[in-house]
């Protein structure tokens, strides 16, 4: 599929299609020439019709060259042209009346797929995906399925992604939202973005065997609380209310520390000394917001302490740098990561200060055709708690549009490793 197309729409019979109301959307089309035609968008056109509340299965599609029809049946099909090859889409729907409108959605969404058809670059951010703190979390839950079997609990997400949450699950993890849904005596996880000393006490109470999957670096920022709340400071949080990292840390000093999220509750702020203030921060935040934030604080109180060392972490600084290299080259940036990541939802919002149009997505099914009318380069990246293989799915989805060429923009090596926990090492 390139520059060059020419749409071939066909209609012939599929006699394996048999579930009413699904369309198949093909990732292969059997029984043109050559034999096999790929068909790589497919998921880009299964998930137009998912959007549509329309059923659909990814599956090769074998089409009847003699053109024998099944009444069952109805197919459409495009097949691409260009110098490097060809591609395909295509889309099958058995016992589907006219009058149910699913025939029209299935054409409607392969026309809309086809008219984007066209070569691209891509410009592929690095560092993206997986830091050292998300798979430590993951690789707990997953010795742990191996050690003891299923099932293993884990209060809240392990990590903020639905393919990694859905994954685990298949295996053997419950994920669950406070300790009453576990079992006593049962293995509850604690995940990466860590919990209260309450929470602890009660899984202590209730003889729960609790793994500690938080962060390091989110410890790091639970230490600081403490001490800065011990010393007599006031400790203003800055961070997003309602996160599950944010209610882990107010719970550290709750009578002492108050949270802010931009500079206008800064200016709200009541204190019982301003000379005796210190801040701490959510470790997924954008760099350039908290800044402000900051100055804002030290405006207000000149005496204003603070960490050693700055807690957004390495990995979402490192993130949004590798973000800024490509947002201004391309014409659109897709990030994945699910909408309940705090590090994914920043850099999207920073692609936008950057004048770029950008889209959270979970995965290619996320996509939307109309994104990508006109756009030559797409910059993608991913957030800290979304897997590689997510990224790589898109570009090969991708070629599925047209011969795509990959640029890597690396900004920085990451080596940071994190221990397990004593609990689960070999």
Known sequence: MCADQRSDLAMTAHRSVRDAGTVLVADALHGLEPDVIPCPAAEFVAGELRRREIAATIAPLHLDPAGASDSDVVEFTAVLDGTDGRAGLGLAASRVPEASGIRQAASDALARWAAVAQPRTVLLASPRSFCAGVERAIDVVWRLLEQRGGPIYVRKQIVHNTHVVSELEE????????????????????????????????????????????????????????????????????????????EGTLGEAPGET?????????????????????????????????????????????????????????????????????????????????????????????????????????????????????????????????????????ITALGGLGPVTVRERKTVEETVEFNLPSAVRP
């Open 258 to 394: 108050v949270l802010v999220e931009d500079a206008a509750d800064v200016e709200n702020l009541a204190v019982d000394d301003p000379s005796r203030v210190s801040y701490l921060t959510q470790t997924t935040l954008a760099v350039d917001e908290t800044t402000e934030v900051l100055e804002a604080l030290r405006d207000r109180f000149p005496d204003l302490r603070g960490p050693a060392s700055d807690d957004i972490c390495y990995a979402s600084t490192n993130r949004q740098d590798a973000l800024k290299v490509i947002a201004e080259e391309s014409d659109l940036v897709l990030v994945v990561g699910s909408d309940n990541s705090s590090n994914s939802l920043r850099l999207v919002e920073l692609a936008h200060r950057y004048g770029t149009p950008a889209y959270l997505v979970d995965d290619a099914g996320d996509i939307r055709a109309e994104w990508l009318s006109g756009v030559d380069v797409v910059g993608l990246t991913a957030g800290a708690s979304a897997p590689s293989r997510l990224t790589e799915e898109i």
């Open 171 to 246: 295996h053997g993890a419950v994920f669950v939202d406070e300790l009453d849904s576990v079992p006593e005596g049962a293995t509850v996880v604690f995940s990466a973005h860590g919990v209260s000393p309450e929470v602890r006490a009660e899984a202590q109470r209730r003889g729960l065997d609790a793994i500690d999957a938080t962060c390091p670096l989110v410890t790091k920022v639970h230490s600081e609380a403490r001490r800065f709340a011990n010393r007599g400071d006031t400790v203003v949080l800055i961070g997003h209310a309602g996160h599950e990292e944010v």
